[in-house]
């Protein structure tokens, strides 16, 4: 074997030994040239992408065999990393995302450099940090929910105080001159204000229910049952407007365990948001089943309407205090909804389509016998 023979043979080796390296590694590598196409990948990037050949993802834009877009990332980890020749990072995904529970990454993009120390491509390292992402949403929701929480007291004591003194006052003026007869006018005005100061005492309330939840009084029951009976607390309205309502339990369901009153209030802000979000002859489907092969096992209900549904870009606000795009809302129905939910140990999931409907999950910890 001649000398030349025997570098050949080396670099043969030394080749396939990195390959091996770069194919070995659990977390999805990707290699992407200065026209931003894709140059090599790995396996793990194949199974992140639910692809099964190579060609199906090399020679292709990255945006598109890694993103599904038509374009350029809006904040392309490559870009920056080609123009600044450096590392640089982002937190992002692989494939469109689906669903919430799609995995979320942390990219990282370092720059190759050639013999003549010319930038030629990158390489993309994508390292799974769904656990560390959603812990630091919990944190950050668990301080908001303190930070809120102290708010709501003392904004709810400051105002309750003046606002008692007017309710008061307005019923002492309606009893004292009502025998004078002065007209329905005089009458009409003063229970007028007396019922919107019961309003705001109402919407304090439901603020403080929101940051500081009450002590629940929890008891096994059936899912359906309570659905039931959420149901014929709307059945006026829902008759009012010609709303079909089609059901679905599931047979066999185990009993779960929540605070029956308030879970209500929870529900029944679901539907009434699907009633309001639909038009006369719409139809809303509720189903409840359950998963007795998760770990842990949960019960689930949907609620799904045909409404007008909401714009892809205001998903992930409407569970955000004080958002609402109802005119006169206050934007507190839904943020209570979710609260009662997580404090009962469950999630509430949010799928919408703009002129299509919307469609909510609960999620809820199951009683298994």
């Not at 025997?6 to 080796?13: E, F, P, R, S, W």
């Not at 639910?50 to 350029?72: M, Q, W």
């Not at 190759?112 to 656990?131: A, K, M, Q, W």
Request: charged share 30%.
């Amino acid at each position: 074997m001649t000398k030349a023979e025997k570098q050949v043979q080396d670099i043969t080796a030394s080749r396939k030994e990195l390959l091996q390296v770069f194919d070995g590694l659990s977390d999805p590598v990707v290699v992407i040239d200065r026209k931003f196409i894709v140059r090599r990948v790995n396996r793990p990037t194949l199974t992140a992408l639910d692809k099964t050949s190579f060609s199906s993802v090399i020679g292709k834009p990255c945006y598109e065999a890694l993103h599904n877009l038509k374009e350029r990332c809006r904040d392309c980890t490559a870009e920056n990393t080609f123009f600044s020749e450096e590392k640089t990072e982002r937190t992002g995904f692989l494939g469109a995302k689906k669903n919430p529970s799609e995995t979320i990454y942390r990219i990282t993009c370092y720059p190759l450099f050639d013999e003549g120390n010319e930038l030629t491509g990158i390489v993309e390292y994508y390292r799974d940090s769904t656990n560390l992402a959603r812990l630091t949403k919990e944190l950050y929701e668990s301080e908001r929910a303190r930070v809120m929480g102290s708010f709501a007291s003392g904004l709810s004591h400051q105002i309750r105080q003046p606002l008692t003194i007017l309710r008061s006052s307005s019923q002492y003026i309606l009893d004292k001159f009502q025998k004078f007869h002065r007209g329905d006018d005089f009458k009409e005005t003063m229970e007028t204000a007396i019922q919107n100061a019961d309003l705001i005492n109402e919407v304090l309330t439901d603020f403080s229910s929101f940051t500081k939840p009450n002590e629940y009084k929890m008891i096994k029951i059936s899912l359906p049952v309570l659905l039931e009976k959420g149901l014929r607390l709307v059945r006026t309205k829902v008759n009012e407007m010609k709303i079909d309502v089609v059901k679905e339990w599931s047979s066999n369901l185990p009993e779960i365990m929540v605070d029956e009153k308030i879970f209500l209030q929870a529900y029944l802000n679901l539907l009434i948001n699907s009633i309001e979000s639909i038009s006369s002859g719409g139809k809303i489907w509720i189903k409840c089943y359950a998963r007795k092969d998760l770990k842990p096992p949960k019960a689930f209900v949907m609620i799904k309407d045909n409404g007008k549904g909401i714009p892809k870009e205001l998903i992930s606000k409407i569970a955000q205090p004080f958002f609402t795009t109802k005119e006169g809302g206050m934007g507190l129905g839904l943020p209570i909804a979710e609260s009662i939910i997580h404090f009962h140990g469950g999630q509430i999931h949010f799928e919408s389509e703009e002129g299509c409907g919307t469609k909510v999950i609960i999620e809820l910890p199951l009683e298994v016998g």
